[in-house]
């Protein structure tokens, strides 16, 4: 048995939050911004001289999906970075399952 266990102390430690972006939602968004960069390219250029319309369309997307994800992370990172500063600390203390239940009764 530890100390606090002993003494009927509660056990306390402090647990850091902080709300983070998810990362998938930004790069598929890159990718979309690809796509849509890539259909009005070929629609105002017209496709290339030796391939079709879905040819160049194909090429297109490829060519600005890293860029586009490449702008997806880069904005992950700066939101992300600016979430830092709603970082809030908790103090937590474990309690008996005997206490959680009269702590939750109505009476």
Do not use: N
């Amino acid at each position: 048995m530890s100390s606090r266990e002993q003494t009927g102390e509660p056990e306390r430690r402090q647990v850091t939050v902080r709300p983070t972006p998810r990362l998938s939602p930004f790069l598929i968004a890159g990718v979309l911004a690809a796509v849509v960069a890539a259909v009005v390219v070929v629609l105002v250029t017209g496709p290339a001289e030796d391939y079709s319309l879905r040819g160049s369309l194909g090429y297109l997307t490829v060519a600005f999906a890293m860029p586009g994800l490449a702008l997806g992370a880069v904005t992950w990172l700066f939101i992300d970075w600016r979430s830092r500063k709603r970082t809030r600390t908790y103090d937590l203390q474990k309690i008996d399952s005997a206490e959680r239940t009269s702590a939750h009764d109505p009476e």
